[in-house]
T-cell receptor, first 112, second 114 residues
Framework: GENVEQHPSTLSVQEGDSAVIKCTYSDSASNYFPWYKQELGKRPQLIIDIRSNVGEKKDQRIAVTLNKTAKHFSLHITETQPEDSAVYFCAASVTGANNLFFGTGTRLTVIP | GAGVSQSPSNKVTEKGKDVELRCDPISGHTALYWYRQSLGQGLEFLIYFQGNSAPDKSGLPSDRFSAERTGGSVSTLTIQRTQQEDSAVYLC????????????FGPGTRLTVT
Protein backbone atom coordinates (compact mmCIF):
# COMPACT_ATOMS: atom_id res chain seq x y z
CA GLY A 1 0.00 0.00 0.00
CA GLU A 2 0.89 3.68 -0.16
CA ASN A 3 3.32 5.16 2.38
CA VAL A 4 3.50 8.92 2.83
CA GLU A 5 6.35 10.52 4.76
CA GLN A 6 6.28 14.15 5.84
CA HIS A 7 9.06 16.48 7.02
CA PRO A 8 9.71 18.35 9.17
CA SER A 9 7.52 17.39 12.09
CA THR A 10 7.80 20.90 13.54
CA LEU A 11 8.68 24.18 11.89
CA SER A 12 9.02 27.67 13.35
CA VAL A 13 9.32 30.75 11.16
CA GLN A 14 9.25 34.48 11.70
CA GLU A 15 6.19 36.31 10.50
CA GLY A 16 6.67 37.32 6.90
CA ASP A 17 9.12 34.54 6.09
CA SER A 18 8.33 31.54 3.90
CA ALA A 19 7.61 28.01 5.08
CA VAL A 20 8.14 24.79 3.13
CA ILE A 21 6.81 21.36 4.08
CA LYS A 22 7.85 18.30 2.11
CA CYS A 23 6.24 14.91 1.54
CA THR A 24 7.30 11.78 -0.27
CA TYR A 25 5.10 8.91 -1.41
CA SER A 26 5.83 5.35 -2.41
CA ASP A 27 3.11 4.34 -4.89
CA SER A 28 3.90 5.64 -8.37
CA ALA A 29 0.23 5.20 -9.28
CA SER A 30 -0.84 7.94 -6.86
CA ASN A 31 -2.22 10.91 -8.74
CA TYR A 32 -4.02 13.07 -6.18
CA PHE A 33 -2.23 15.05 -3.46
CA PRO A 34 -4.25 17.23 -1.07
CA TRP A 35 -3.04 19.31 1.86
CA TYR A 36 -5.17 19.74 4.98
CA LYS A 37 -4.75 22.35 7.70
CA GLN A 38 -5.79 21.64 11.28
CA GLU A 39 -5.82 24.56 13.68
CA LEU A 40 -5.56 23.82 17.37
CA GLY A 41 -8.72 22.11 18.60
CA LYS A 42 -10.41 22.30 15.23
CA ARG A 43 -11.16 19.91 12.40
CA PRO A 44 -8.86 19.39 9.39
CA GLN A 45 -9.78 21.45 6.33
CA LEU A 46 -8.60 21.18 2.75
CA ILE A 47 -6.45 24.15 1.74
CA ILE A 48 -5.10 23.11 -1.63
CA ASP A 49 -4.70 20.00 -3.76
CA ILE A 50 -2.85 19.00 -6.91
CA ARG A 51 -3.36 16.26 -9.44
CA SER A 52 -0.54 14.58 -11.30
CA ASN A 53 -1.27 16.23 -14.61
CA VAL A 54 0.23 19.51 -13.34
CA GLY A 55 3.51 20.32 -11.66
CA GLU A 56 2.49 23.36 -9.63
CA LYS A 57 -0.62 25.02 -8.33
CA LYS A 58 -0.98 28.36 -6.54
CA ASP A 59 -3.68 29.96 -4.47
CA GLN A 60 -2.70 33.37 -3.13
CA ARG A 61 0.05 32.80 -0.56
CA ILE A 62 0.10 29.02 -0.79
CA ALA A 63 1.45 26.82 -3.53
CA VAL A 64 2.05 23.14 -4.02
CA THR A 65 4.65 21.58 -6.29
CA LEU A 66 4.79 17.99 -7.49
CA ASN A 67 7.73 15.99 -8.80
CA LYS A 68 6.32 12.71 -10.11
CA THR A 69 9.71 11.32 -11.07
CA ALA A 70 11.07 11.74 -7.56
CA LYS A 71 7.70 11.01 -5.96
CA HIS A 72 7.65 14.04 -3.75
CA PHE A 73 5.46 17.09 -3.34
CA SER A 74 5.79 20.22 -1.25
CA LEU A 75 3.65 22.94 0.30
CA HIS A 76 4.98 26.48 0.14
CA ILE A 77 3.53 29.30 2.25
CA THR A 78 4.86 32.79 1.54
CA GLU A 79 4.57 35.91 3.70
CA THR A 80 3.53 33.81 6.67
CA GLN A 81 1.10 35.24 9.20
CA PRO A 82 0.28 34.15 12.78
CA GLU A 83 -3.01 32.66 11.57
CA ASP A 84 -1.01 30.22 9.46
CA SER A 85 0.05 28.51 12.70
CA ALA A 86 -1.48 25.03 12.59
CA VAL A 87 -0.72 21.40 11.85
CA TYR A 88 -0.50 20.67 8.15
CA PHE A 89 -1.09 17.19 6.72
CA CYS A 90 -0.18 16.01 3.27
CA ALA A 91 -1.93 13.03 1.71
CA ALA A 92 -1.84 10.88 -1.40
CA SER A 93 -4.29 8.72 -3.25
CA VAL A 94 -5.14 7.38 -6.65
CA THR A 95 -8.31 7.78 -8.70
CA GLY A 96 -10.81 5.09 -7.73
CA ALA A 97 -9.18 4.34 -4.39
CA ASN A 98 -11.25 4.30 -1.24
CA ASN A 99 -9.03 6.26 1.09
CA LEU A 100 -6.37 8.89 1.47
CA PHE A 101 -3.00 8.05 2.97
CA PHE A 102 -1.96 10.86 5.28
CA GLY A 103 1.46 11.99 6.39
CA THR A 104 2.16 12.39 10.11
CA GLY A 105 1.75 16.15 10.05
CA THR A 106 3.89 19.27 10.47
CA ARG A 107 3.26 21.69 13.30
CA LEU A 108 3.94 25.16 11.92
CA THR A 109 4.43 28.05 14.32
CA VAL A 110 4.62 31.57 12.95
CA ILE A 111 6.33 33.86 15.43
CA PRO A 112 4.99 37.45 15.41
CA GLY B 1 -25.45 24.43 5.11
CA ALA B 2 -24.80 22.11 8.02
CA GLY B 3 -21.43 20.47 8.17
CA VAL B 4 -20.45 17.07 9.49
CA SER B 5 -21.43 16.61 13.12
CA GLN B 6 -20.24 14.08 15.66
CA SER B 7 -21.39 13.08 19.11
CA PRO B 8 -20.42 12.99 21.83
CA SER B 9 -17.63 15.55 21.67
CA ASN B 10 -15.92 13.92 24.63
CA LYS B 11 -16.26 10.45 26.08
CA VAL B 12 -14.54 9.05 29.16
CA THR B 13 -15.00 5.36 29.73
CA GLU B 14 -13.54 2.63 31.88
CA LYS B 15 -11.35 -0.03 30.39
CA GLY B 16 -13.42 -2.97 29.23
CA LYS B 17 -16.58 -1.02 28.52
CA ASP B 18 -18.13 -0.63 25.07
CA VAL B 19 -18.57 2.78 23.43
CA GLU B 20 -20.55 4.09 20.47
CA LEU B 21 -19.54 7.16 18.51
CA ARG B 22 -21.93 8.83 16.10
CA CYS B 23 -21.39 10.71 12.85
CA ASP B 24 -23.92 12.73 10.85
CA PRO B 25 -22.46 13.44 7.39
CA ILE B 26 -23.34 16.28 5.07
CA SER B 27 -26.63 15.60 3.33
CA GLY B 28 -26.06 14.15 -0.13
CA HIS B 29 -22.54 12.94 0.55
CA THR B 30 -22.32 9.31 -0.47
CA ALA B 31 -18.90 8.63 1.04
CA LEU B 32 -18.17 8.48 4.76
CA TYR B 33 -14.84 7.87 6.48
CA TRP B 34 -13.72 7.20 10.02
CA TYR B 35 -10.19 8.13 11.12
CA ARG B 36 -8.32 7.88 14.39
CA GLN B 37 -5.92 10.62 15.47
CA SER B 38 -3.69 9.79 18.39
CA LEU B 39 -1.89 12.56 20.27
CA GLY B 40 0.65 14.18 17.97
CA GLN B 41 0.04 11.63 15.24
CA GLY B 42 -1.42 11.70 11.77
CA LEU B 43 -4.79 10.51 10.59
CA GLU B 44 -5.15 6.75 10.67
CA PHE B 45 -7.79 5.45 8.26
CA LEU B 46 -10.26 3.05 9.89
CA ILE B 47 -13.23 2.39 7.59
CA TYR B 48 -14.94 3.75 4.47
CA PHE B 49 -18.56 3.61 3.35
CA GLN B 50 -19.67 4.40 -0.20
CA GLY B 51 -23.36 4.35 -0.96
CA ASN B 52 -24.81 0.87 -0.67
CA SER B 53 -21.52 -0.89 -1.37
CA ALA B 54 -19.84 -3.14 1.16
CA PRO B 55 -17.64 -1.00 3.44
CA ASP B 56 -13.85 -1.01 3.21
CA LYS B 57 -12.85 -2.22 6.66
CA SER B 58 -9.16 -2.61 5.88
CA GLY B 59 -8.09 -0.01 8.44
CA LEU B 60 -9.86 -1.38 11.50
CA PRO B 61 -7.11 -2.25 14.02
CA SER B 62 -8.89 -5.22 15.64
CA ASP B 63 -12.16 -7.10 15.73
CA ARG B 64 -13.17 -4.97 18.71
CA PHE B 65 -13.87 -2.18 16.23
CA SER B 66 -16.94 -2.16 14.01
CA ALA B 67 -19.04 0.43 12.20
CA GLU B 68 -22.41 0.71 10.58
CA ARG B 69 -24.02 3.22 8.29
CA THR B 70 -27.79 3.17 8.31
CA GLY B 71 -29.84 4.36 5.35
CA GLY B 72 -26.75 5.73 3.66
CA SER B 73 -26.55 8.56 6.18
CA VAL B 74 -25.73 8.36 9.90
CA SER B 75 -22.83 6.16 10.94
CA THR B 76 -21.92 4.62 14.28
CA LEU B 77 -18.44 3.44 15.23
CA THR B 78 -18.48 0.89 18.03
CA ILE B 79 -15.48 -0.09 20.10
CA GLN B 80 -16.01 -3.12 22.31
CA ARG B 81 -14.04 -3.93 25.45
CA THR B 82 -12.13 -0.66 25.24
CA GLN B 83 -8.41 -0.59 26.02
CA GLN B 84 -6.25 2.34 27.09
CA GLU B 85 -4.56 2.36 23.69
CA ASP B 86 -7.93 3.18 22.15
CA SER B 87 -7.70 6.66 23.66
CA ALA B 88 -7.61 9.11 20.75
CA VAL B 89 -9.69 11.58 18.78
CA TYR B 90 -12.01 9.81 16.36
CA LEU B 91 -12.77 11.88 13.28
CA CYS B 92 -15.50 11.32 10.77
CA UNK B 93 -15.45 12.81 7.27
CA UNK B 94 -17.82 12.77 4.33
CA UNK B 95 -17.41 13.54 0.65
CA UNK B 96 -19.21 13.38 -2.66
CA UNK B 97 -17.19 10.40 -3.80
CA UNK B 98 -14.04 8.41 -3.34
CA UNK B 99 -10.62 9.48 -2.10
CA UNK B 100 -9.95 12.10 -4.77
CA UNK B 101 -12.86 14.26 -3.64
CA UNK B 102 -12.53 16.85 -0.87
CA UNK B 103 -13.28 15.38 2.52
CA UNK B 104 -15.24 17.43 5.04
CA PHE B 105 -14.35 16.55 8.59
CA GLY B 106 -16.43 16.60 11.71
CA PRO B 107 -15.19 18.10 14.99
CA GLY B 108 -14.22 14.68 16.33
CA THR B 109 -14.93 12.71 19.47
CA ARG B 110 -12.18 12.67 22.08
CA LEU B 111 -12.21 9.23 23.69
CA THR B 112 -10.38 8.64 26.95
CA VAL B 113 -10.17 5.15 28.35
CA THR B 114 -9.23 5.05 32.03
Amino acid sequence: GENVEQHPSTLSVQEGDSAVIKCTYSDSASNYFPWYKQELGKRPQLIIDIRSNVGEKKDQRIAVTLNKTAKHFSLHITETQPEDSAVYFCAASVTGANNLFFGTGTRLTVIP
Amino acid sequence: GAGVSQSPSNKVTEKGKDVELRCDPISGHTALYWYRQSLGQGLEFLIYFQGNSAPDKSGLPSDRFSAERTGGSVSTLTIQRTQQEDSAVYLCASSLGRATYEQYFGPGTRLTVT
